[in-house]
Structure formats: C-alpha cells, structure tokens
T-cell receptor
Framework: ELKVEQNPLFLSMQEGKNYTIYCNYS?????LYWYRQDPGKSLESLFV?????AVKQEGRLMASLDTKARLSTLHITAAVHDLSATYFC?????????FGKGTRLHILP | DTGVSQNPRHKITKRGQNVTFRCDPI?????LYWYRQTLGQGPEFLTY????????KSRLLSDRFSAERPKGSFSTLEIQRTEQGDSAMYLC???????????FGPGTRLLVL
C-alpha cells in the first residue's frame, strides 16, 4: 500500500529564515503534486512535478523531485508571514492520488 | 467565475438519511476527482473519472457511496444511510489530461447528527 509521509508535520519559524519540508513515498511514481491550504479553505495547486530531477520555483517556494530516492522537497526561502498555511504533497499512482498528512507552517513575524 | 463549483456548501443531516452532492468542473476539463477530508488530515482519495468513465475507486468507498458523471460534465456523489463517521469535507477537483494541475472546488461540508 502506498504511503506518503511528510516531515515535519508542524513547523514554526521566524520570518526571513529558510527551511525545507520533506515528502517521502513508498512506491514508484514519477508524478508528484504540492498544494497549499489555508484554514477553512480548499486546496490551491502550487507545483506539479512530472519527472525525475524536476525543479520548479515560484516566488519564495521551490519544489524538487527525486524519483529514485522517492523524495520530494519544498524549500522556503526567506519566509514571510503570508506563507503561513498547511502544505500537502500528493503522489499520483495511475490517477489514484494519495496525500500526505500535511505540514502546518506557522511563520512568526 | 470559471472555477470548480460544488453544491451545497454545507449539509446537515440525520444518521440514516441519504445525501447527494454535486460538482461542476471547469468546462474543458475531462478529469474529475472526489476526495474526503477530515479535520487535521490530508484529503483522502475516493474516486476518479475520465470523461464519463469511472476509472478508479478507492477501497475506502463502501457500498453506501456512489458517484456518477453522466455525459462527462458535472458529477454527483451520493452517500446512502449516512453514519456519523461520514462527517467530513467532500472535495471535488478537475484537471485537463496532459496539463495535470488539479483545481479544487470549495468543498461541501457534511455533518451527520
């Protein structure tokens, strides 16, 4: 059974700092998604990673995928308060999409 | 607004009643997904349609759950004989084959009393 594990599950960090969220998964996939969810809201797509070595960046967020290691990372550069949210990774196994438990990110001013 | 819409946004029902939710995807999207999300958890995959065909269904979906997508446009998710454990947010998402980005609707929050 596919398992998707995110680390850490909760992260409190100061503005201006850098940090990385890790997403490990247990079976072969070359398709991985990152989403953001604000409290009481639905999910917003951040990145779609479709191949080994894929790297995508948007503003202060950068995501990468290593399919051999079954690992994706979401790197936050110089965090700002507006990035406070819950971040989910999700792995696509032939269109059955399995989400991690999410990383609740709290950025302190 | 051309995003994904879901109706109703909130539903309160008594245990044992049947409920039906509707999802209208982005018009040109041929893929449609249903998920369930409980507080503090990630979305849980329920089912996937490509056009009108239901191609994947979670084992978590019991006989009480059924989904349809007639004509490959809107979709409905029905829960029969609701139980308190069905209380959750039900999310719908759509995407276009080859583009892969999923766009989520606002969700339907179900409370079973």
């Amino acid at each position: 059974e596919l398992k998707v594990e995110q680390n850490p599950l909760f992260l409190s960090m100061q503005e201006g700092k850098n940090y990385t969220i890790y997403c490990n998964y247990s079976t072969t996939s070359d398709r991985l998604y990152w989403y953001r969810q604000d409290p009481g809201k639905s999910l917003e797509s951040l990145f779609v990673l479709l191949s080994n070595g894929a790297v995508k960046q948007e503003g202060r967020l950068m995501a990468s995928l290593d399919t051999k290691a079954r690992l994706s990372t979401l790197h936050i550069t110089a965090a700002v308060h507006d990035l406070s949210a819950t971040y989910f990774c999700a792995v696509d196994i032939v269109r059955k999409i399995i989400f991690g438990k999410g990383t609740r990110l709290h950025i302190l001013p | 607004d051309t995003g994904v819409s879901q109706n109703p946004r909130h539903k309160i029902t008594k245990r044992g009643q049947n409920v039906t939710f509707r999802c209208d995807p982005i018009s040109e999207h041929n893929r449609l997904y249903w998920y369930r999300q409980t507080l503090g958890q990630g979305p849980e995959f329920l089912t996937y349609f490509q056009n009108e065909a239901q191609l994947e269904k979670s084992r978590l979906l019991s006989d009480r759950f059924s989904a349809e997508r007639p004509k490959g446009s809107f979709s409905t998710l029905e829960i029969q004989r609701t139980e308190q454990g069905d209380s959750a947010m039900y999310l719908c998402a759509s995407s276009l084959a080859g583009v892969e980005t999923q766009y989520f609707g606002p969700g339907t929050r179900l409370l079973v009393l």
